[in-house]
Antibody, heavy 120, light 110 residues
Framework: EVQLVESGGGVVQPGGSLRLSCGGSGFTFAAYVMHWVRQFPGRGLEWLSLISGDGDDIYYADSVKGRFTISRDNIRNSLYLHMSELRVEDTAFYYC?????????????WGQGALVTVSS | QSALTQPASVSGSPGQSITISCTGTSGDIGAYDYVSWYQQVPGKAPNLLIYDVSNRPSRASIRFSGSKSGNTASLMISELQPEDEAHYYCTAYTRRRTLVFGGGTKVTVL
């Protein structure tokens, strides 16, 4: 069974930084593209970033490009999101998501989410 | 990146079929057959229903089906059941190598 467990959420002041971690199990971690997706308090979903299995290909949404950095450690079966220059509007649940088999990218398995609150 | 456009709400009676639309542009939905759909119930993470426009993972009910025409994708729920009451989201891969979500549709079973 695929399991994804996020950690590292919390409260941070505007302009601050935070690093989210995600541990994967139940699948061959290095074989899959991984994503970060967030959900705002009003329920809207936003894709943030993806990283290829070998870590060579990385893409970001415009809203976080230059502020957020995705990375992975295939030895530790872990995915990371380093967030800097955080803004109040970055407040959301952050999900670690495994891509699925198939031609295009899609979100096959989701973690339980980590809440990030940006507030002074 | 602008979100894909979904109706805010759709409703139907048990046993009926309903369709949720998801409208994008030639730069996303119209560019590739890489549209996926998700169901989210309160307090849970979204769950994959359809990928690559019309493929269904084995764990999803056969009552869910997807299609696409031009810049608009659609999710049909047949034989509507009370447990189908949830929020539904579409997403598409774009020419800019990003993914974009729809705003979500709340399905109500009358």
């Amino acid at each position: 069974e695929v399991q994804l467990v996020e950690s590292g959420g919390g409260v941070v002041q505007p302009g601050g930084s935070l690093r989210l971690s995600c541990g994967g199990s139940g699948f061959t971690f290095a074989a899959y593209v991984m994503h970060w997706v967030r959900q705002f308090p009003g329920r809207g979903l936003e894709w943030l970033s993806l990283i290829s299995g070998d870590g060579d290909d990385i893409y970001y949404a415009d809203s976080v490009k230059g502020r957020f950095t995705i990375s992975r450690d295939n030895i530790r079966n872990s995915l990371y999101l380093h967030m800097s220059e955080l803004r109040v509007e970055d407040t959301a649940f952050y999900y670690c998501v495994k891509d699925g088999a198939g031609l295009g990218f899609h979100f096959d398995s989701w973690g339980q989410g980590a809440l990030v609150t940006v507030s002074s | 990146q602008s979100a894909l456009t979904q109706p805010a709400s759709v409703s139907g009676s048990p046993g009926q079929s309903i369709t949720i639309s998801c409208t994008g542009t030639s730069g996303d939905i119209g560019a590739y057959d890489y549209v996926s759909w998700y169901q989210q119930v309160p307090g849970k993470a979204p769950n994959l229903l359809i990928y690559d426009v019309s493929n269904r993972p084995s764990r999803a009910s056969i009552r869910f089906s997807g299609s696409k025409s031009g810049n608009t994708a659609s999710l049909m729920i047949s034989e509507l059941q009370p447990e189908d009451e949830a929020h539904y989201y579409c997403t598409a891969y774009t020419r800019r190598r990003t993914l974009v979500f729809g705003g979500g549709t709340k399905v109500t079973v009358l």
